[in-house]
């Protein structure tokens, strides 16, 4: 087998690149330190106007952890996003955005107490996991399905610890379950208990009790 040949520090500024990602996660792991417990990190689409039905539920959802006394955590851009910072600031919780630098230039939403703006996709979704104890996931897109997909694989290899996470809108989500248990599930490619680290839930209280039960040490794995 050839060897690939590696590139020289001549060819590219392997240094500053190193350098520059080091710096993006110590302010990541910065802003995390700032973050007050418990929290909760919420994720969905940045397309979600606000007549969109996910848009009333994420900011309901927002307003209910914040009334839990949970932190709320998004990636800090509009749709889905700005709902739950919304729901949070309006109802007197602490309100933080993770953004990112994309081309089409994805400002802060209006609603972020403060916030911190990424590079890389990497860094941003080291610090959702580091910032909280639990997920809510709301419609979205490839986006979403990354960071949905990523936390799960993370659970389970047991590279972090067991957080719950939560699939809001049943209607939406409810295909994507289907297929996985007739497909991975059927042909052994995930286990039963792989698909049990999702809770399904329409209601905001709903979410909120099934994250405050694992940052209780209450949930069902725990036991």
Same mark, same amino acid.
């Given at each position: 087998m050839r060897d690939v040949p590696i590139l020289s520090s001549d060819d590219w500024d392997i240094d500053g690149h190193v350098r520059h990602i080091s710096d993006e996660f110590r302010k990541g792991f910065e802003a995390v330190a700032r973050v007050p417990h418990p929290a909760v990190t919420i994720f969905g689409? #940045? @397309?979600?106007? @606000?007549?969109? &039905? #996910?848009?009333? =539920?994420?900011? #309901?959802? =927002?307003?209910?952890f914040a009334e839990a006394g949970f932190a709320v955590v998004t990636g800090g851009g509009p749709g889905a996003m700005e709902a739950a910072n919304r729901g949070a600031q309006e109802a007197g919780g602490t309100s933080i955005g993770f953004n990112i630098e994309l081309p089409n230039e994805q400002a802060m939403n209006d609603y972020v107490d403060w916030g911190v703006t990424f590079r890389h996709f990497y860094a941003r979704k080291t610090m959702f996991v580091k910032a909280a104890e639990g997920f809510v996931v709301f419609p979205g897109g490839f986006g979403t399905l990354d960071e949905l997909f990523e936390s799960l694989t993370l659970i389970q290899t047991r590279t972090i610890r067991h957080f719950p996470v939560v699939l809001f809108h049943s209607?939406?989500? $409810?295909?994507?379950?289907?297929? !996985?248990? @007739? @497909? &991975?599930?059927? $042909?052994? +490619?995930?286990? !039963? &208990?792989?698909?049990? +680290?999702? !809770?399904v839930v329409d209601e905001p209280e709903v979410a909120v009790a099934s994250v405050r039960a694992c940052a209780e040490g209450t949930c069902d794995h725990q036991r």
């Open positions: 689409s #940045a @397309r979600v106007h @606000r007549a969109h &039905p #996910a848009y009333a =539920g994420a900011l #309901a959802v =927002g307003r209910a209607s939406y989500w $409810e295909g994507l379950l289907a297929w !996985a248990r @007739r @497909r &991975p599930l059927a $042909e052994g +490619m995930v286990a !039963a &208990p792989d698909l049990d +680290m999702l !809770a």
